[in-house]
């Protein structure tokens, strides 16, 4: 079965720091990997994704992650966080298109940023 | 632009009525997911189809179904609604193209079972 853990259900940083949301997955087989975000009233955003290829992927609004097979994580990183970034921010897997539909969510990581 | 709407942003029900949350998609995408979203749970899938008139359970079926006559819409249906089912509902959909293969959401219905 597939399952993505998202360890910090809450994290406080301080405007213009460095921000590391972290994501742990299970899947057999290569993951296609995401990150969204979700502002408060609103649907959800896509961030990034990874499927294949550099193992360090760039997304909208200055975020990055990068792939560790070894450790089957996925964390999110942005050096400079901007006030606008607080958010809760969903980490997901999924299967390769075709033969495996289903989309996993981790439970989220509420980002809190002080002035 | 790409767009997945949902009927309804609020809808407030009875217990023990029958509620249909619709979805609609304008990309031809083929996979079309229902998730309900809680606080300190995240989004947990309910049920996706991957085709027309096909369909397969999520995590937590029990209470819902679902119907998807068209490509573009899909519907997840609460037979008897509960207290239990007040919720956020997400509707996204998704292609099965190997490279553009994330899924999109609507706005979400906030659903309220009295």
């Known amino acids: 079965a597939q399952s993505v853990t998202q360890p910090d259900i809450h994290i406080t940083v301080s405007e213009g720091a460095s921000l590391e949301l972290r994501c742990n997955y299970s899947?057999?087989?290569?993951?296609?990997l995401f990150w969204y975000v979700q502002s408060p009233g609103q649907g959800l955003q896509l961030l990034l994704k990874?499927?294949?290829?550099?193992?360090l992927v760039q997304g909208i609004k200055g975020f990055e992650a990068e792939f560790k097979r070894s450790q089957s994580s996925f964390n999110l990183r942005k050096p400079s966080v901007h006030w606008s970034d607080a958010a809760e921010y969903f980490c997901?897997?999924?299967?390769?298109?075709?033969?495996?539909?289903?989309?996993?969510f981790g439970k989220g990581t509420l980002l809190t940023v002080n002035p | 632009d790409v767009k997945v709407t949902q009927s309804s942003r609020y809808l407030v029900k009875r217990t023990g009525e029958k509620v249909f949350l619709e979805c609609v998609q304008d990309?031809?995408?083929?996979?079309m997911f229902w998730y309900r979203q809680d606080p300190g749970l995240g989004l947990r899938l309910i049920y996706f189809?991957?085709?027309?008139?096909?369909?397969e359970k999520g995590d937590i079926p029990e209470g819902y179904s679902v119907s998807r006559e068209k490509k573009e819409r899909f519907s997840l249906i609460l037979e008897s609604a509960s207290t239990n089912q007040t919720s956020m509902y997400l509707c996204?959909?998704?292609?099965?193209?190997?490279?553009?293969?994330?899924?999109?959401f609507g706005q979400g219905t906030r659903l309220t079972v009295v």
């Open positions: 990309m031809d995408h083929e996979n």
């Open positions: 996204a959909s998704r292609y099965t193209d190997r490279v553009n293969t994330e899924a999109f």
């Open positions: 990874y499927f294949s290829g550099d193992t």
């Open positions: 899947y057999g087989a290569t993951p296609y």
């Open positions: 189809s991957y085709d027309v008139k096909m369909k």
């Open positions: 997901a897997v999924g299967g390769v298109p075709g033969s495996n539909y289903k989309l996993t």
